[in-house]
């Protein structure tokens, strides 16, 4: 099993996630330039959080045009593991991979905390190590992580199981107070419909040793290796 | 070649550039003739205050490292300190006020840019920024948007370059209303054999100009940081540079892996005085010379002189010099992150900077004399006046309180006190996934990845302590940075300085400059924290005020053991609270506790509820606070301690009232006083610590604390949910924690969001 990590001019979160694949996972993990155009031998392709392009215009608009995509694109539509992280996240939106987009967050400020994200759906590739409902403690750090989608899609997406993770209080509950940046229906993580690729503004990488404060994004990064092992 | 035939300058050009006539003479005495226009330049930004330190170098030389290094080897690199295991760490602060004054984002975004660079041209890489903010009160439109947006530019900057900022302060006064501060710090980890130098070494070795293009931003910008602020400063936007964080990733990660190669022999950031101050020092620092050819500077304007292109500050550039015949191999590992990399000139043996347009001719100067031969002034000193009045004030006739509880309701929310969340919540502040204790506890704690160690970091500086008395106020900045340190189980290791005072050829302010610098030094040596890089800010000042003399320190600490750090906040309820302290307090076996209303001058408690600035700043012995902290130190170390929080703004009852916000527990406390509650309550006292234990540790915790003499004392017990402090047994404070977080904790927001 073999882990990726692309490194986008601007990416600042690929040696983080590089280290919790590598040191807590303890999985072969390599990175991906930019510019490369092959991703043959991976089994998870991580998109890490940063600026991509230093995101002077929307973010992700530049990085989904990365000649690096393209593969990425054909890696995910033959049913490979891809998981964007913050930026990540914002790419693949961009890229059409995931739907809906993140735009700035509704107080217009960068916001850097840990939060409480509910596990919505415990049956897929990025949460099996998760109960329904558990409360998870993971930091978020961004600027555009306020999710968007027209009714439509929110409804497609709600109804197929497609929200992953919600903004919560610590009891679990999902409220108005609990949503850090304005996203529609607190939605901290999605699936696609085929439920290979994900995307989530919070920061698993940030959370896999004690010293960081929390251990729970390790049930998201560890969840990705039972299933390929599976 | 050589220049000949020039005209004699108009005093009117370099009187505006900021050389007086007597500089100029030095100039035509050194070239034996008149300097071109770009000479005249170049001169004036090499040798004003910021660049050339002609007004503060005298006094640097308390600061021991400093005088060695001047007098010995050179300043190079005296910043990287071992901490074992073959690694080092460097770091430095710098101000960036007068840019933030008048352009607050870009300001502040490029003060963080330019010391970022500082550290990774060392070959070191950024683990952790800090800043140090002043302001007037959030009551004024004004200051709110200064606020506002330095807080934004710096995580504009930071949060993109991946750079974690983990921690500072903040301080609100009305003295920093006009002229604001902005104090960055950046510290790097290298291993020993990565570090590089910045010098021009190698006859014929090609130099690369690498990263941005050059445009027109920042011209004088270093002149500009050698005046006071007045109402034509809004007109020197154009000296303030724009910064680009996402060029700034890309030149770190280019530069260290460059560097990677072996090819680079020399290389130095662009700061302050662009082309022209890298070109000559790199060449005397290694006794060379250089020719550049201005024309093959990538630019971003058309029309550029080489005046404008020698003086630029656009940021994320760097020089570098690279070994003949390998400049290919440097510049693909610039070309690869999509950078520039230009060879602009060559190394020559001649102790000249050459500056060519083209094949003419423009400059030709000794590099030397640029770099290192400012002409320094030793400047008239004179106490000021204001000080007998402020430090004479009778405190016996402060009026108590009414309300205590109210009271200390009102200091918690007074904005320099309240919780900086509002700041610190909009920096990334765990990127790179090292922070072992985030911002908001005493010092930061940043664990060093393939050891057992952690780093710890703090900025400090009390204004108005310096106010009231600049050498007792530096000593008591470098001495509770350090309890800072010793709150989370780190001892001192190295501090960086950061000087802001106004004026200097006013003799009251060089008086409290010349104090403060040895006040700070006497203290840094005694805490054997090695002043190793630093940063003279004068002219902070406008027509209506100068600012407090405000001397930041950046002080640095080693935890052996990480996994044993400790923070501020109670953990568990039952826990005894006690307070190690340098003097005496509560304790009825000696019977007489002691009166602090002395310590109440300078406290943010007269501040706050007096409106007043007055008194001493409360007293210091050096050799009984460094005992606290080993006291704390060792306790962190024996695992006895559940918690440790400084005692410091506020007095005892702030400290108290953190600790219990923070951990949202409650404490019943007693106190003894033989004078004002207030004073037991709010007097700044030093060299205190608040603690929390087991109460089975505590017979543990006296055998640490009677082997190094000082006091502890049992104040009372976490527990509930509220805090209650008895004075002599009458109950003075009972605050419900969840309302002391609201006003702690949102005091801040809400004025930034009205």
Sequence with gaps: MKFGVVIFPGSNCDQDAFCAVRDVLGQPVEYIWHQSTDVSGFDCIVLPGGFSYGDYLRTGAVARFSPVMNAVQDFADNGGRLIGICNGFQILCEAHLLPGALIDNNGLRFICKHVNLRVENNNTDFTNLCSEGQVLSIPIAHHGGNYYADADTLKKIEDNNQVILRYCDSAGKVTPEA??????NNIAGIINDRGNVAGMMPHPERAVESILGSEDGTLILQSIVERLMA | MSITNTEPIDPKVYQEMGLSDEEYGKITEVLGRHPTYTEVGMFAVMWSEHCGYKYSRPILRYFSKYKEAIDGAGLENAGIIDIGGGYGVCFKIESHNHPSAVEPFQGAATGVGGILRDIFTMGARPIACLNSLRFGSLSDARNRYLFEHVVGGIGFYGNCVGVPTVAGEVYFEECYAGNPLLNAMAIGIMKHEDVAYARAEGIG????????????????GATFASVELTEESESRKSNVQMGDPFTEKLLIEATLEALKTGYITGIQDMGAAGITCSTCETSAKAG??????????????TGMTPYEIMLSESQERMLAIVEKGHENDVAAVFKKWGLHAVVVGEVTDDGLVHVYDGDELVAQVPAKTLADDAPTYQLKTSEPAYLKDVQNYDLSKIKEPTDYTEALMKVLGSESIASKEWVYGQYDHMVQTNTAVLPGSDAAVLRIRETTKGIAATTDCNGRYCYLDPFMGAQIAVAEAARNLACSGARPIGATDCLNFGNPEKPEAFWQFERAVKGMAEACDFFHAPVVSGNVSFYNETPEMAIYPTPVVGLL??????????????????DFVILISGTRVNDEEKSEPVCELESLGGSEYLNTIHGLAVGRPPKLDLDREKKVHEVVIRAIEAGLLSSAHDCADGGLAIALAESCIMGKVGAEISLLANCAPAAALFA???SRIVVSLPTDKLGALREIVDELGVESTVLGKVSGNKLNISVNDVSLVSAPVAEMELTWRTSIGSKMDE
């Excluded at chain 2, 070795?205 to 004088?220: A, E, Q």
């Excluded at chain 2, 935890?559 to 568990?572: A, H, L, P, Q, W």
């Design chain 1, 179 to 184: 949503n850090p940046n304005g996203s529609l």
């Design chain 2, 205 to 220: 070795n090609p130099v690369l100009l690498v990263g941005s293009r050059t445009g027109r931003d920042g011209i004088h």
């Design chain 2, 288 to 301: 060379t010379g250089m020719k550049v050819d201005v024309r093959k500077v990538p630019l971003r304007e």
């Design chain 2, 557 to 574: 600490g080693i935890i052996g053991d990480v996994e044993k750090r400790c923070t501020s906040e109670f953990k568990n309820q039952g």
């Design chain 2, 684 to 686: 700044e006292t030093q």
